[in-house]
């Protein structure tokens, strides 16, 4: 009789083993889903990065007098490139994301009062360079709204696997952390500049 109990606590033992290494498996794979979503926005928003300088050398040569929208531009992408390094460095952490998307939302306004000067330079307005920089920079634009859409339902995906019964005990036992959301709070910035040559 005692071997039997011995027995069934042996398999109830191992039946539990795998179940937590099954949950444990599954918050990784979620963790590193997110991850992988952060990635794809970190190679837009460094393409959005590095279209910024050629943008403003093309628009300098026509704008001499608007040298503090320029300027502002490029302050506002240095914020952005560092808030885009803090949060590749933990992507998921509240902090980090909300450091990058208050610096990507400067650098949204400063490109935009950036296009509006320009509108006033009808020579810039007809550079063909500059047309082909804002064409690549909508379009980037749009690419960085799907990333980081794919990126919201990865962490949301986590967090709800994080979350619910029996996971969370799993997920609280080995520290998962729950992950943030990178989310552009003003209605105004969640719309692409409206670029127009």
Do not use: C
């Not at 398999?11 to 991850?35: C, Q």
């Not at 036992?173 to 670029?195: C, D, G, H, S, Y």
Request: proline share 3%; no cysteine; aromatic share 8%.
């Amino acid at each position: 009789m005692a071997m039997i109990v011995l027995l069934v606590f042996v398999v109830l033992a191992v039946i539990a083993a795998f179940w937590a290494v099954g949950i444990y498996n599954g918050l990784i794979t979620g963790r590193n889903a997110f991850k992988n979503a952060f990635a794809q926005i970190d190679v837009q928003l460094t393409r959005r990065h590095d279209l910024i300088p050629n943008l403003v050398e093309v628009a300098k040569g026509y704008m001499s007098h608007e040298r503090e929208t320029l300027e502002a531009v490029i302050k506002a992408r240095a914020a952005a490139v560092s808030g885009l390094a803090a949060a590749k460095a933990n992507p998921g952490d509240a902090a980090a994301m909300q450091q990058l998307a208050t610096a990507e939302q400067g650098l949204g306004g400063a490109l935009g009062r950036l296009m509006v000067v320009s509108e006033q330079y009808p020579d810039l307005k007809a550079n063909q360079n500059m047309m082909q920089l804002s064409e690549e920079l909508t379009s980037t634009e749009n690419r960085i709204a799907f990333a980081r859409q794919a990126f919201n339902d990865s962490v949301m995906a986590y967090n709800n696997k994080r979350e619910v019964f029996p996971s969370n005990i799993v997920a609280g036992m080995f520290n998962f952390a729950a992950a943030a959301l990178l989310e552009i709070t003003e209605p105004e910035k969640r719309e692409a500049p409206k670029v127009s040559f």
